[in-house]
């Protein structure tokens, strides 16, 4: 995807900040797939949420919340208020969830000290263990609208991540390359590692590739900038030249980093050379 058409869309998805921006996507866009849509617009969405996070928790702010949530309970019998505040504040109904949370744990029990995080995380994972039950019950029906955030939204992303990357795993092993794992690096002291490290290096359009990395995201400017920083050039310093897959797409000016050894697919390429495919090739030459 050219950089021009990815701020397009971007820009269509800032002006509604809905999924309903997705017919309007879809329809001008239609060489652009669904999975890439939601993608980009779930990235743009984690990218709102961090630009607006110090707002949502200052502690004057938080205690307005709160208070405005126990006026609701007191005065509302009917429930989905969490959600309607979220809506309100423009704010995700997980992330207004966790500081409600939050402070009610803080009130109730930690008043001279911050409530563990893993404590919080914990409760919004599973509402039940949370002591109050009109709370309980707020909580997890925010865990269960918010298309954007909290466990449910990790818990498919995490699958979505392990779908593609045993896809991977079965073309490396359709074409007969041999690889290690990630748990296999691990177990031989690696600290950072690739999601599959070739034995044998193929070769993709004339570059060498010695390791794969799977991506079932798209890779936009500010996540390709900080993978580079933090996983593929320590990779290529330790593994030499690889190979990034985008499964849902990438910006065609972030592949700029060939000849220094990191190139971008968004599928696995059909071109690859192997060193058995060369080994046959050189063996029937002699004959």
Known sequence: MKLEVYREIVSIIHSCWTRECFKTISAKFSGVTNDALISIY????????????????QPDVVESYYKRYLELIHNNKNDSILLSMAQEIDLSPCILARIIL???LYRKYCKESHVPKDVI???????????????????????????????????IKHSIGI???????????????????????????????????????????????????????????????????????????????????????FIDELDCNRDK???????????????????????????
């Not at 779930?42 to 928790?57: A, C, P, W, Y």
């Not at 914990?122 to 019950?137: A, F, G, N, T, V």
């Not at 590739?209 to 900038?225: C, L, M, P, R, T």
């Not at 050894?261 to 004959?287: A, H, M, Q, R």
Request: glycine share 6%; hydrophobic share 30%; proline share 5%.
């Open 102 to 104: 939050e402070e009610y």
């Open 163 to 249: 779908k593609y990357e045993n896809l991977l795993e079965e073309k490396l092993a359709e074409w007969k390359i041999p690889f290690l794992g990630e748990k296999d690096m691990r177990c031989q002291g690696y600290d950072k590692t690739p999601d599959f490290k070739l034995q044998v290096p193929i070769a993709v359009d004339g570059h060498v590739v010695n390791w794969i990395e799977s991506k079932a995201s798209f890779g936009d400017e500010s996540s390709h900038k900080t993978y580079l920083k933090d996983q593929f050039w320590s990779y290529w310093n330790r593994f030499g030249p690889g190979m990034v897959i985008y499964w849902f797409g």
């Open 42 to 57: 779930s990235q743009e969405f984690q990218k709102k949420i961090k630009k607006n996070h110090h707002k949502h928790h």
């Open 261 to 287: 050894g990191i190139i971008l697919c968004n599928s696995f390429p059909c071109n690859l050379v192997t060193l058995t495919s060369l080994v046959w090739k050189d063996d029937c030459k002699k004959t």
């Open 121 to 155: 995380s914990h409760m919004i994972k599973d509402p039940s263990l949370i002591p109050c039950e009109e709370l309980s019950h707020e909580i997890q029906q925010c865990v269960l609208k918010d298309e954007n955030c909290g466990p449910l939204v990790d818990n």
